[in-house]
């Protein structure tokens, strides 16, 4: 779940709504929500509207629940806790980058603990 979180981040660079080049919390929120219920332009307007109008948190319009919601945020902390090198509290896309490459060195270390298990064991 953690590593879609990430791949949703790289997918979804167009959230970066002021345009800084780095998703803070919200934006990565967002581009969790476009990604996990694909939610249309129409669909986005349409709750635009509803703010306007200060009916922001109307059931299904706002189709992630507030369990959902707090899951997506502890994981958005994860992600943030483990990519934002500088700790400015925003995902830039080199932080991403590295980010991923940390991922796989991860990966290759407990797999290569994983052989080293099984041959002791033999
Ligand atoms: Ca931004
Ligand atoms: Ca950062």
């Known amino acids: 779940m953690l590593n879609l979180v990430k791949n949703v981040v790289h997918i979804n660079r167009l959230h970066d709504f002021d345009n800084n ?4 919390g919200l934006e ?3 581009a969790i929500r476009h990604v996990m219920h694909g939610e249309n332009e129409e669909e986005q307007s349409a709750n635009a509207e509803a703010n306007q109008r200060g009916n922001s948190i109307t059931k299904g319009t ?6 959902d919601f707090i899951y997506f945020v502890e994981l958005i902390d994860q992600v943030l806790e483990e990519d934002d090198l500088d700790d400015d509290g925003f995902l830039s896309y080199a932080e991403y980058v590295q980010g991923r490459k940390n991922d ?7 797999s290569q603990k994983n052989t080293q298990k099984y041959f002791k064991c033999q």
């Open 104 to 110: 796989h060195i991860k990966r290759e270390k407990s």
């Open 28 to 30: 990565i929120l967002q």
């Open 62 to 67: 706002d189709s992630i629940d507030e369990d």
């Open 21 to 24: 080049t780095k998703l803070d």
